[in-house]
């Protein structure tokens, strides 16, 4: 009966997947939504975003009805934001593609010093993560939960960063989380650094 059910589930899943990757491809708004609303699996954004990413580019109708969804679901503990945000934990240049191939390009200038918090750890293995906010003070709510429960053990720093208009991927000069493309910032520096590792001191100094 498990072997039965495994296969069910995969076929259901695989069907998702394309209907989800034929929506986008032929400008179906309702198709992509109604695909994307089912991708309630854990992963489920992980597995689709390959094969979007594969059409390289995205008609506007698509890229209007993600846009609407994402932000209308910005406060639903269960919608698209949440649920794509938790899917791409720790695969932070995933999440950047997938949302720049997604997402209309912002047109509004952004503040101009973001900050962000991290583990310690991936600071020194030069990992910088996507979700960056203009408030100082929210810097680590941010992180905690835009980030995997491994990466909170130990310590961790507070970056700060001017972000050029092309790094970012999607905000407005209102929000309080911005999406940024790491592998574009040209500045990153720590600001502050929680410790109770000796050797952040010489991070931060």
């Known amino acids: 009966m498990n072997i039965v059910r495994l296969a069910l589930e995969n076929q259901h899943r695989d069907d998702v997947l394309q209907r989800l990757v034929a929506g986008a491809a032929q400008g179906d708004a ?71 191939l997604l997402l209309p390009a912002p047109s509004d200038s952004m503040p101009t010093l973001l900050y962000r918090a991290q583990s310690l750890q ?20 941010l992180w905690l939960v835009t980030s995997a429960a491994s990466e909170h053990v130990g310590d961790h720093v507070l970056l700060a960063t001017q972000a050029s208009a092309g790094a970012v991927i999607c905000g407005t000069p209102d929000d309080l989380d911005i999406v940024l493309d790491p592998r574009l910032l040209q500045s990153v520096r720590v600001v502050g650094v929680r410790r109770n590792d000796p050797e952040a001191d010489k991070i931060a100094a």
């Open 30 to 100: 309702d198709a992509f939504l109604g695909a994307a609303v089912q991708l309630t699996w854990a992963g489920g954004w992980a597995a689709a975003l390959p094969g979007l990413l594969a059409l390289e580019t995205m008609p506007s109708v698509i890229q209007d009805a993600f846009q609407a969804a994402w932000c209308s679901s910005a406060s639903d503990a269960f919608g698209l934001k949440r649920t794509l945000t938790l899917d791409l934990l720790g695969q932070d240049h995933l999440l950047a593609d997938g949302l720049a």
């Open 122 to 141: 991936d600071y020194r293995a030069g990992r910088v993560g996507c979700w960056w906010t203009p408030e100082r003070e929210l810097a680590t709510s």
